[in-house]
């Protein structure tokens, strides 16, 4: 069971409109189509992008979830499950105004973030970290990646950084989440996948060392719920690494 919804990514805030659509608003970076009716805070010049998505009404292993409600400012309020993250840390490279991009999304959403929420900037080609980096990767024991395997030395660089992710205590759970990206090869003379391909070459290698030797790798079936309004494409891949 689920009912529908919408997210509006520019103003990040949860609410229900005419319809009984629900609402997510986080401000992105100028794309070639604007919509005026929400307004961007962080640049005049970013824009709003909209989304749909369903709440669900029942966990996977079916227990019931409660109707969602709205508070008195049309927010909407939503059941949570009993375990709930400690602190969450969002990370992304320095540049082109993208953390600030990022507090000013989770300061439209700050009613909805129970947990401890940080945004801290981490260059895959950096050989050190910072010490504000290295203090929380310290405590984090889940990592989320999401579209990260689309250029070799950017591949290289990022495998380079999970290594060090995965060896700094406490144990840790990485899930990598990517789009096989085919092209067609004037020298194979047939189409593939080359970013990814390197990847897993990365990856096999990575895992040649001691320490990495002893990490669990898995690829999920991505088969779970879907909540989210996209296209599910065959070549969307999910890696579990544990360490």
């Not at 490279?93 to 959403?109: Q, Y």
């Not at 990206?181 to 990847?199: I, K, M, N, Q």
Request: proline share 5%; glycine share 4%; aromatic share 10%.
């Amino acid at each position: 069971m689920s009912k529908p919804g919408r997210i509006i990514c520019s103003r990040v805030s949860f609410g229900m409109s005419v319809g009984n659509d629900y609402l997510i608003t986080s401000e992105i970076q100028e794309l070639s189509k604007r919509d005026d009716t929400y307004k961007p805070i962080v640049a005049p010049e970013n824009v709003v992008s909209v989304f749909t998505f369903k709440y669900p009404l029942q966990y996977p292993p079916g227990g019931i979830i409660k109707e969602p409600t709205l508070d008195e400012d049309g927010d909407l309020i939503v059941q949570r499950l009993p375990e709930t993250a400690q602190g969450i840390i969002a990370i992304d490279v320095n540049n082109g105004g993208i953390l600030d991009l990022i507090r000013g999304n989770a300061k439209r959403n700050h009613k909805f973030i129970k947990a401890k929420f940080s945004v801290v900037g981490l260059d895959f080609f950096a050989k050190e970290w910072s010490k504000v980096l290295s203090a929380k990767l310290s405590k984090a024991t889940v990592v989320l990646a999401a579209d990260v395997i689309y250029d070799n030395d950017l591949t290289e660089a990022f495998v380079e950084t999970l290594v060090k992710i995965l060896n700094t205590p406490p144990a840790k759970t990485v899930y990598i989440a990517l789009e096989k990206r085919y092209v067609f090869t004037v020298a194979d003379l047939d189409t593939g996948a080359p970013c990814y391909e390197h990847f897993l070459r990365c990856l096999d290698q990575a895992r040649s060392h001691s320490l990495a030797s002893l990490w669990s790798v898995e690829q999920l079936a991505i088969d779970f719920p879907q909540y989210f309004n996209y296209d599910r494409v065959k070549e969307l891949v999910l890696w579990k690494i544990h360490s």
